[in-house]
């Protein structure tokens, strides 16, 4: 499936960034750009979109791919050092918004879904306002939650464009 870049939601986002609240953009790597996610009861979710507008991987050209790879790494790296989660979810998706994105989870023990995927909660949390609630906050502030993974980022040396 393919969109035309002017009338993708992402490629739009990407293009006015700074018209975001301080806190969403987390990152500004060179191939990629990180943002703090919705869903913070995963508290370190981040969406990472590709700056290049492609709807598969295999869409960008290998030195480009390995770059943006290796960017997903280094946030994986900062979420796990940060939140110590059980596990990572990485989930490369696409079927609403065809702009490369990974969704990056962090999965915790409390959670009373912990062995199943996120979209099934999320997608009660579209029929339920409290569910929503519940998932969209965290049991940080979305300032704090942001401001631990760029230091850590920068820590871990994260490349910046
Ligand atoms: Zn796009």
């Known amino acids: 499936m393919n969109v035309n870049p002017t009338h993708c939601p992402l490629c739009r986002k990407l293009t006015d960034l700074d018209a975001l609240p301080a806190e ?3 990152w500004r790597f060179p191939h990629s750009v990180a943002l703090l996610g919705p ?9 990472l979109i590709s ?3 492609a709807t598969e991987l295999n869409g960008l050209e290998a030195d480009e791919r390995r770059a943006y790879l290796a960017e997903m790494c280094l946030l994986a ?4 050092e940060c939140f110590r989660p059980r596990k990572l979810n990485y ?3 696409g079927n609403q918004v065809p702009h490369l994105h990974w969704h990056l989870f962090p999965r915790y023990d409390a959670d009373p879904d912990a062995l199943k ?3 099934l909660a999320l997608d009660r949390a579209e029929r339920d306002a409290e569910e929503r609630r519940r998932l969209e906050s965290g049991q940080r ?7 631990e993974i760029r230091q850590r980022l920068q820590l871990l040396g994260a490349p910046t464009l």
């Open 91 to 93: 989930e490369l998706l």
């Open 77 to 80: 790296r900062a979420l796990e």
């Open 141 to 147: 502030s979305r300032v704090a939650t942001a401001g």
């Open 39 to 47: 869903w913070q009861y995963y508290y370190g979710y981040c969406l």
């Open 117 to 119: 995927p996120v979209w």
């Open 24 to 26: 969403e953009v987390v």
């Open 51 to 53: 700056r290049r507008h």
